[in-house]
């Protein structure tokens, strides 16, 4: 027995090492890659280098995410709003309505943003004067959080100065600034006013004219800066989900100091054909492969938006709710580790880095639970009508809203309402024990629930961001939870 099973593992052996002259491996690609005594043949060299180079573009399609967004709010500020000069402000000035028409990651429809955005290679060292009582902050070209403003920042709600620093800047510092050296040379100043200390329309405006200024400490305060309302002009802020995203790439290499990348980043961007002093002219091959990257990597971003697979997206064990800084952190970082999957989240559906958002800053902050499916598990669908329960003691200082978004744009929904939303300002039925229920649907709201009705769009998609301003204790410790959205036809 023993000699013949001897002959049997011979045999196998003679057969696997005659199988492996000629080896096809068929678990990567739908196609086969086939070797010739250990080479690979010339039909697998060149499906390897098309997979290749897909991928490297795939890759920086998601690791660049946060620098294409955070420059596509740049160009429209330029382009959709004609805000051309650093410094210029634009300010959504009603709440709601104002952002319904423009095309914006997860706008919320309650704050009077204000948004601009400095240029330290042209104006060198930029003074920035901030409102009180705002929550706002600024964001280098990447979306990295480099300074809290107003409220949860150094000037504790009260109002001060900044000084930015360009990336290189090496001169002397004066005093009476908070002070802070950019990554980059534009970087964003965002600030979301309670609409209670800005007022609406022109009276907003002139309350950012008086309090919110941005200018090169060389020069001054400018004279001809402009403050103007983007209400009811559209526009698009999102990052491009197409090739062009590489063009913009380009643009912001081309622009900003090799510091501002890594060598790995830098090296990426080198193998897609994207290189600092050089013209980006892929051939028609190659803008075949990146229009294939984007392809790969718009899908994995979908996927990983509304069905991450990390448990710690959950929020709650027995709810459907979920976080979108994942592991709490406003860098993405866990046990030293980057969290890759969640920082691609965050910047494929919202904007604005700050650990306002992440941190317990018990009724200073900004907390945020996104749900995309409903109480059974099945994704939020337009043709379908819904509810959602509120439990007395909502934990909000300042304010709480329910927003819905579309899952492609991830923008506020275009339902013809003024905002797809419910909030405190909208002073919704309450009912006798305090909680708030909120209806969605495609046809009508419940009878004497006007307030706390927002219309879907049948055979559309949507998801709602809970979001609370001065967040309480009671959602810290998770002695207040919102209850699932339940179908109700």
Same mark, same amino acid.
């Given at each position: ?30 196609e086969a890659f086939e070797y010739v005594g250990g080479y690979p043949t010339e ?96 964001d280098d070209g990447w979306m990295r959080f480099i300074t809290d403003l107003g ?29 802070f050296k950019c990554p980059t040379y534009r970087n964003w100043v965002m600030a ?130 979920? $976080? !979108?800084?994942?592991? @709490?952190?406003? *860098?993405?970082?866990? &046990?030293?580790?980057?969290?890759? %999957? ?122 709602? $961001? !809970?979001?609370?301003? @001065?967040?309480? *204790?009671?959602?810290? &410790?998770?002695?207040?939870?919102? %209850? ?6």
């Open positions: 027995m023993k000699t013949t099973l001897n002959i049997v593992a011979a045999g196998f052996l003679i057969l696997l090492a005659a199988c492996t002259q000629k080896q096809t491996n068929k678990s990567c690609c739908k039909a697998t060299i060149e499906k390897a280098y098309e997979q290749l180079d897909i991928q490297r573009a795939s890759q920086a399609y998601l690791h660049f995410m946060s620098m294409t967004s955070q420059n596509a709010i740049f160009e429209s500020t330029i382009k959709d709003y004609g805000l051309t000069n650093p410094g210029d402000v634009g300010i959504y000035t009603e709440p709601g309505e104002g952002k319904s028409e423009a095309i914006g990651l997860t706008y919320n429809t309650e704050s009077i943003y204000s948004t601009a955005f400095t240029d330290l290679k042209a104006d060198g060292p930029t003074v920035v004067e901030t409102p009180p009582n705002v929550l706002g902050m600024v409220n949860a920042g150094p000037d504790k709600g009260q109002g001060g100065k900044y000084l930015l620093l360009p990336p290189d800047y090496d001169g002397s510092v004066p005093d009476g600034y908070f002070v979301r006013g309670f609409v209670q200390n800005t007022g609406t329309g022109e009276d907003a405006i002139k309350y950012y004219k008086e309090n919110f200024k941005i200018y090169p400490l060389a020069t001054g305060p400018r004279n001809d800066a402009k403050y103007e309302s983007i209400s009811f002009k559209g526009g698009n802020t999102t990052h491009p989900r197409d090739i062009t995203c590489f063009d913009l790439l380009n643009k912001i290499v081309q622009y900003e100091p090799r510091s501002a990348f890594t060598a790995y980043e830098l090296g990426l961007l080198k193998a897609i054909g994207i290189e600092k002093g050089k013209d980006f002219a892929p051939d028609e091959r190659m803008k075949k492969m990146l229009t294939e990257g984007v392809k790969l990597g718009e899908a994995f971003s979908k996927a990983n938006a509304f069905a991450h697979r990390d448990k710690m997206a959950k929020i709650y064990d027995d709810r459907h709710y979920e $976080y !979108i800084f994942i592991g @709490g952190s406003h *860098e993405f970082i866990k &046990d030293g580790a980057l969290l890759m %999957d969640a920082k691609t989240l965050f910047h494929y559906t919202a904007i604005v880095i700050t650990p306002a958002m992440t941190n317990k800053m018990v009724g200073i902050g900004s907390q945020y639970l996104g749900a995309y499916r409903d109480a059974a598990g099945n994704y939020l669908m337009g043709e379908d009508s819904y509810k959602l329960h509120l439990p007395a003691g909502i934990p909000a200082k300042d304010f709480w809203s329910v927003t819905l978004y579309h899952p492609d744009t991830r923008s506020l929904l275009q339902n013809g309402q003024p905002k797809p939303s419910v909030s405190t300002y909208d002073e919704p039925v309450i009912n006798d024990d305090g909680s708030v229920d909120i209806y969605f649907g495609p046809d009508k709201a419940p009878e004497g629930m006007e307030k706390n009705w927002v219309k879907t769009l049948p055979g559309e998609g949507w998801f709602l $961001y !809970i979001r609370l301003y @001065g967040p309480l *204790e009671s959602y810290f &410790d998770q002695s207040w939870k919102p %209850d699932d959205v339940i179908k109700t036809d």
